[in-house]
Nanobody, 122 residues
Framework: QLQLVESGGGLVQPGGSLRLSCAASGFTLDYYAIGWFRQAPGKEREGVSCISSSGGSTNYADSVKGRFTISRDNAKNTVYLQMNSLKPEDTAVYFC???????????????WGQGTQVTVSS
């Protein structure tokens, strides 16, 4: 069974940093693009960042460009999201999901994790 597990969330002050991890079990990430998504209370889920299976292609939402960095370590079967200069509007539950090879439409993603809460507040 394909399973993704997010970790690394928490409470951080504005301007702080967190690193989220998305670990896979039951399958190898080598053939999957991984996307990070987030959902704030009362808002729709939005895409944050994505990395292709090879790691050669990445993309970011405009709201996080220059602050967030996605990376992957296929040997550890894990994808990371380094989040710097965090803002209160980054507060949300962050999810990771997998899609075959490339970062395509959100509908292509499956095997959603349970999410990890990120709260940015002073």
């Amino acid at each position: 069974q394909l399973q993704l597990v997010e970790s690394g969330g928490g409470l951080v002050q504005p301007g702080g940093s967190l690193r989220l991890s998305c670990a896979a079990s039951g399958f190898t990430l080598d053939y999957y693009a991984i996307g990070w998504f987030r959902q704030a209370p009362g808002k729709e889920r939005e895409g944050v960042s994505c990395i292709s299976s090879s790691g050669g292609s990445t993309n970011y939402a405009d709201s996080v460009k220059g602050r967030f960095t996605i990376s992957r370590d296929n040997a550890k079967n894990t994808v990371y999201l380094q989040m710097n200069s965090l803002k209160p509007e980054d507060t949300a539950v962050y999810f990771c999901a997998a899609a075959p090879y490339y970062c395509l439409t959100p509908a292509a993603f499956g095997s959603w994790g349970q999410g990890t809460q990120v709260t940015v507040s002073s």
